[in-house]
């Protein structure tokens, strides 16, 4: 009995370990799903707390997370602290808000991982997941009327800029290749309209602290 008990004891400082290792690396993710209702995330809010959610069920806790999303009164830019951010494998992303908005940051199809540390699928991948809500420009301030309502809208009204968190896309141009400004949404805000030209409703979570 007694060695049972120490084994038992020794795996749940093993788990332990492993969580807190987690907790102190993981501060960036591509969300593994979306709100399910397009561009509809219940405005930054519940965009936010849908990146504390799923940080938490792949047992990360005690980080206030923010969604990467411009709106109509805010930049993204603004929203995600200072830095450096690591992705659910220990890879640093950026050091700060600078270097994530230059030519130096690592974000990549193998680098912007979900929160479970699984690869999101890209182009030339079925489905083709690769557009990322942002609403933003390249340096990560606004766009006027490409946020979906300030991601409150689900139907044919509206448009998102998006990101490829790839960096792929069909040339060779900045914009392709640009992980938070690539494209707008074609044909509204609902999740149908974003799947068309390569999304699926994901956006970036950043933690604040």
């Known amino acids: 009995m007694r060695k049972l008990l120490l084994v038992t004891a020794a795996a ?114 079925k489905p083709n997941r690769h557009d990322v809500l942002t609403g933003s420009t390249p340096d990560g301030t606004k766009i006027a009327d490409q946020t979906c309502g300030d991601w409150t809208l689900s139907g044919a009204e509206g448009a998102a800029m998006t990101g490829h968190h790839d960096r792929t896309g069909l040339d060779d141009s900045a914009a392709a290749k640009s992980w938070n400004s690539s494209h707008a949404s074609r044909g509204g805000c609902s999740q149908e309209a974003l799947k068309s030209t390569g999304g699926d409703g994901l956006f970036y979570c950043f933690a604040v602290n």
């Not at 940051?105 to 979900?114: G, P, S």
């Open 12 to 125: 749940s400082l093993v788990a332990i370990g492993v969580a807190s290792s987690q907790d102190a690396t993981m501060s960036f993710f591509v969300t593994s799903v979306g709100s399910g209702k397009g561009a509809d995330l219940g405005g930054p809010a519940g965009a936010d707390a849908h990146c504390a959610s799923l940080a938490e069920a792949a047992g990360v806790t005690g980080k206030t997370w923010a969604a990467y999303l411009s709106t109509s009164t805010e930049d993204a830019r603004d929203r995600i602290g200072k830095g450096p951010w690591f992705n659910a494998k220990g890879v640093k992303i950026a050091d700060d808000v600078a270097s994530l908005h230059s030519d130096a940051n690592a974000i990549t199809k193998q680098t912007a991982l979900d929160e479970k540390g699984e690869v999101v699928n890209g182009r030339g991948d």
